[in-house]
């Protein structure tokens, strides 16, 4: 008989260790929680962060694009007058044209170390346990990779629509190229803009669904005590004319 009952008071007393540790696990959980959450939309504020230098550099890219429509004007117009001007005019804007090609490429590598800082959150997210939480971060992950996606497009649209400009430029050039050729190289150099252009305006909805959820991303006072804008929208670049 005693033994029995120092055998279930052993039983009692395991049991009880077993909660009280079970406890003390849930209560380490829960307070890990919010540093949790923290440490994820902090690393979303880093990336908007990381945003605030582009927008130098937008400007620095539309400048050229309005530089490079204004040399375009001029070689028209006094393409028919001056050869030796228009040649002039010509040989600065393929000079421009590569200029405008990095200007676009550091823009895209400052969107992809944007890109690089978001995709620390990846395995992260997947660890919250309050749903809501995950579900907000998701959808601002989403968000993110969809525009990056973009992004890219942008470029390679961008860099082709470029090339076939340069190819325009270099046909200005030949005394035997025809007013025919050269309409149906700026017509193909306006439809490669065009779709540039598309991307660029889908870009920028991307980028204000962005902006839109950063009350979510600054939603904590420890994170931050002012509001975060993600960079500014991408202006439409300029078409040909003739």
């Not at 823009?107 to 997210?125: A, G, L, R, Y």
């Not at 969809?146 to 961008?158: F, G, L, P, S």
């Not at 600054?218 to 005590?225: P, R």
Request: net charge positive; with cysteine; aromatic share 6%.
């Amino acid at each position: 008989m005693r033994n029995r009952e120092r055998r279930n008071r052993k039983r009692t007393r395991r049991i009880l260790e077993l909660i009280i540790v079970s406890v003390m696990i849930v209560g380490i959980l829960q307070g890990c929680e919010p540093k949790a959450e923290k440490e994820v939309f902090k690393t979303f504020q880093n990336a908007l962060h990381l945003e605030e230098k582009i927008p130098q550099k937008m400007k620095e890219w539309q400048e050229a694009e309005k530089m490079n429509a204004h040399l375009y004007q001029q070689i028209m117009q006094v393409g028919k007058k001056s050869r030796e001007e228009a040649t002039s005019l010509i040989t600065k804007a393929l000079q421009l044209a590569d200029k405008r090609g990095q200007l676009m490429a550091d823009q895209v590598s400052m969107f992809d170390t944007v890109w690089n800082e978001v995709q620390k959150n990846e395995k992260k997210i997947k660890q919250l346990k309050d749903s809501v939480t995950r579900n907000e971060a998701m959808n601002i992950m989403a968000l993110f990779k969809e525009r990056q996606e973009t992004n890219k497009q942008i470029d390679v649209a961008y860099q082709e629509a470029l090339q076939t400009e340069r190819k325009m430029y270099q046909q200005l050039l030949t005394k035997e190229t025809t007013i025919k050729a050269i309409r149906v190289e700026i017509q193909q150099v306006n439809q490669l803009f065009n779709h540039v252009t598309s991307l660029q305006q889908q870009f920028n909805d991307q980028t204000k669904k962005l902006n839109e959820a950063k009350d979510c991303i600054n939603k904590s006072k420890d994170i931050s005590k002012k509001g975060v804008q993600s960079a500014h929208n991408l202006q439409v670049v300029p078409l040909f004319f003739y």
